[in-house]
């Protein structure tokens, strides 16, 4: 009964690679998000989706790609992986779009070191 | 710039001790604020949050916050610890569009 679940719970691969990490929520809700977490434990917002609809989109190289099949899933692919993007994922959602006063249900994250 | 900030990068402290916990935001405008926790292993959670109303707010556990406008803050608050709250704590405010945002994060450790 998971409510949000990410794949893989690590992921280590050599740079240049490009590898995907899912996100499936069963929360029913509308909208989910990916952050990153860097070694100094920050939380940094990458992307959002609200059913389906790209709605944030921060400053990521653009090697970093969001895919939302439908609003329960939203993955995250990544080509020509850096050593620089190893981290944390972590994917989350909220029930509704604005997310203004919503709390935000997080997966496990998803711990990537790229060698 | 909208930014959010938290004081104490690591806490060290006892059982039955009070903690306290900062965080500031800068920005003049409407702020929804958030306190999150992620114990060890796991993932993060919501702790409390304030939209509105009474600036004290209490959430799970034991914490509560008070929200002081005039300072831009949102201090976290425990008056006994317990050695289960050993965690990382994360003040987030969104300000007043899509996103939340997080600052860098306390570690909290209580010994026993």
């Known amino acids: 009964d998971t409510a949000v679940s990410q794949t893989p719970k690590y992921l280590v691969t050599q740079m240049g690679n490009d590898k995907s990490i899912k996100c499936e929520q069963n929360?029913?809700?509308?909208?989910m998000y990916w952050y990153k977490q860097d070694s100094k434990k920050f939380l940094k917002i990458m992307f959002s989706y609200n059913n389906k609809e790209l709605i944030i989109n921060e400053t990521v190289p653009n090697r970093f790609s969001p895919k939302s099949p439908d609003k329960a899933h939203l993955n995250l692919h990544i080509n020509s992986l850096e050593l620089g993007d190893s981290a944390v994922y972590f994917c989350?959602?909220?029930?509704?779009?604005?997310?203004?006063?919503?709390?935000?249900?997080f997966g496990p994250g998803t711990r990537l070191l790229v060698l | 710039a909208q930014s959010v900030s938290q004081h104490n990068h690591h806490v060290i402290l006892s059982e039955a001790a009070s903690l306290e916990l900062g965080c500031n935001y800068s920005y003049g405008g409407t702020v929804n604020l958030f306190w999150y926790v992620q114990y060890p292993g796991q993932h993060l959670q919501l702790l409390l949050k304030?939209?509105?109303?009474?600036?004290l707010v209490k959430g799970i556990k034991g914490f509560e916050a008070e929200f002081i406008k005039s300072k831009f803050s949102f201090n976290l608050r425990k008056p006994s610890v317990q050695w289960s709250d050993t965690a990382e704590y994360f003040c987030?405010?969104?300000?007043?569009?899509?996103?939340?945002?997080f600052g860098a994060g306390t570690t909290v450790t209580v010994r026993a």
């Open positions: 987030a405010v969104n300000f007043n569009d899509y996103k939340l945002s």
């Open positions: 989350a959602s909220t029930p509704g779009l604005a997310g203004r006063q919503e709390t935000q249900y």
């Open positions: 304030y939209f509105s109303g009474d600036p």
């Open positions: 929360l029913g809700h509308d909208t």
